[in-house]
């Protein structure tokens, strides 16, 4: 029987080094060898406590002890929507690099949800294609993207993007949750 885990986290040590001290919003402090929380407008988002949420090899030996075959990857809070368009763009496409490798090396044991700078529409729209032929097999979403609803027109051609890549959205929850 095959387990398969949709809902999982990988931070890239690329973006939480980014992260890492930042000035402004979103942040991360380290707590501890191996972990770390990450803060958004001083509310603090997610926390990390094992190497295995920013380190694959360890989360390989995690996922072979509760016997699961394979997990779909993501990008959790914070994401890339909340910097700058123009850090955004580049850090998605950074995001999307990084997850394809990882499901290179581990073939069946990994796929990706695709991370998209939803503060710039027209490149999301570009991006999701990019990730598509990176082989992302669906998109992260959360429920609000920026304080901004999921459902404003604005977002609607990503929607229609997805749609024609067969590619489904993982919703997540965001900050601020009445959004």
Known sequence: MKCIDVHN???PQA????????AGSPTMKRTGPTSMIFYSDDMRLATISRAGHYDPEPRVKDIDEYGISTQILSLTCPSVELITAKEG???ARRVNDYMAEVCAKY??????YATLPYQDVTESVKELERAH??????VMLFSNLAGKPV???EFYPIYEAAAEY???FFIHPASPITS
Do not use: I, N, T
Request: charged fraction near 25%.
């Open 107 to 112: 073939p069946g044991r990994f796929y990706a």
């Open 89 to 91: 763009v580049e850090w």
């Open 151 to 153: 459902y404003a027109p």
């Open 166 to 168: 067969d590619m489904p």
């Open 133 to 138: 032929k990176l082989g992302a097999k669906g």
């Open 15 to 22: 973006w939480m080094e980014y992260l890492d001290g930042r």
């Open 9 to 11: 986290h990988l931070y």
